[in-house]
């Protein structure tokens, strides 16, 4: 049990856009906030829960001594993921997850290609389309390539029709994504192999869990194809997670561990990558605002070493408090600002 509260910060949405365009498929549903909600209320005095930054910032004075969880997503800006911790740092509040800074750079996916890359992680060849100019940088790929915007999560702009097969295709989805969300486009050689998420929590002085998954989908044979949100959001798709650890060999898991401790304060982060033929593994993107959920990769990682989601919570806390040190703790003095009410009940969508 923590003697902490915990303050969790969650966006809803009731239908999910999607949608090539759509921005809103890593916010959370009803499901998923109260499956949050039961788990950490079971590891702790008190849940607070905030659907909105306002509505956090203007009641930050009531949480000094708590500790915030966040699965906030945000929309339409590249920088969104950093302002949770970054807000938290300026208060001195203890927070569970990577900083600002860890989860700017995992969110830029061109530039976590390159930090993996010197981990000696292998990675599939890409092209950064900044713009409309830079579309003929996609010549110098070989087919088929996977498109996607270069700083999105949650398979936010990726669907089915981004795993192009030709140039022509590859250009009309890079213009696409282009206009739909506004910044960078990634384009990356495509990688037959098993969807594959390393998770590693932990901190600066040590990892405390360590697992490798597979997402097995029935009845499709993902390497063939690509994790797209057509998959991941169907209700009729049955799916389900395998360790995979020991498939991945010690050099892997090794560079696994010395990319997240070289990231400062990240405490939990996926590492995701495709597992090919020859048993290599294809580094693919860093996500260190994981899902949390129990039929996501860091549940099914903690499930399947016999860990329940609410054990899991209560580590990821404990590792929040151990990891927190003076030089996250900016400010002592937090007034508060409104003296408001909490927001503890979902948000009105009408």
């Known amino acids: 049990m923590i003697d902490r509260n915990v303050v969790l910060l969650i966006d809803c949405v009731e239908n999910r856009d999607l949608t090539l365009e759509g921005t809103n498929l890593e916010m959370a549903d009803d499901d998923e906030y109260f499956e949050l909600m039961e788990a950490v209320g079971k590891v702790c005095p008190k849940v607070v829960p905030y659907h909105t930054l306002h509505a956090f910032i203007d009641n930050i004075g009531s949480h000094r001594d708590d500790i915030v969880l966040s699965v906030w997503s945000g929309e339409r ?20 997850g990577a900083d600002a800074y860890a989860n700017i750079v995992a969110g830029d996916k061109a530039l ?21 100019g ?14 996607k915007p270069n700083f999105e999560g949650g398979s936010i702009g990726i669907s089915q029709d981004c795993l192009t097969h030709d140039l022509q295709s590859a250009e009309t989805i890079a213009r696409r994504l282009l206009t739909a969300h506004g910044d960078a486009v990634l384009a990356e050689e495509f990688v037959k192999g098993r969807e594959v998420s390393y998770v590693i929590v932990g901190h600066e002085q040590e990892i405390v869990f360590a697992e490798a998954v ?16 057509e998959i991941k959001q169907s209700a009729t798709v049955n799916d389900y997670w395998r360790l995979v650890t020991a498939e991945l060999g010690d050099d892997v898991l090794q560079r696994g561990r010395a990319l997240f401790r070289s990231l400062g304060k990240v405490e939990l982060m996926r590492i995701d990558g495709r597992l090919d033929a020859d ?10 605002d994981s899902y949390l959920g129990a039929d996501g990769a ?23 408090l151990q990891s927190r040190s003076p ?12 003296g408001t009410v909490p927001d503890t009940s979902l948000p009105d969508r009408r």
């Open 112 to 132: 976590s290609k390159t930090i993996a890359q010197k981990f000696g992680f292998a990675t599939p060849r890409s092209v950064l389309i900044e713009g409309p």
């Open 327 to 338: 030089r996250y703790a900016t400010s002592t003095a937090v007034p508060n600002r409104t």
């Open 298 to 320: 860091v549940g099914a990682a903690y499930a399947l070493r016999g860990t329940s989601l609410d054990v899991m919570m209560e580590q990821l806390l404990r590792n929040a």
């Open 214 to 229: 597979e997402i097995v989908v029935a009845d499709i044979e993902l390497r063939d194809t690509i994790w797209s949100y």
């Open 279 to 288: 048993g290599q593994f294809h580094f693919i993107e860093l996500s260190p």
């Open 134 to 147: 830079d579309l003929s940088l996609l010549h110098a790929l070989v087919y088929p390539v996977v498109v």
């Open 77 to 96: 800006s590249r920088n969104r993921k950093g302002l949770v911790p970054a807000i938290c740092e300026a208060y001195g509040i203890t927070y569970v």
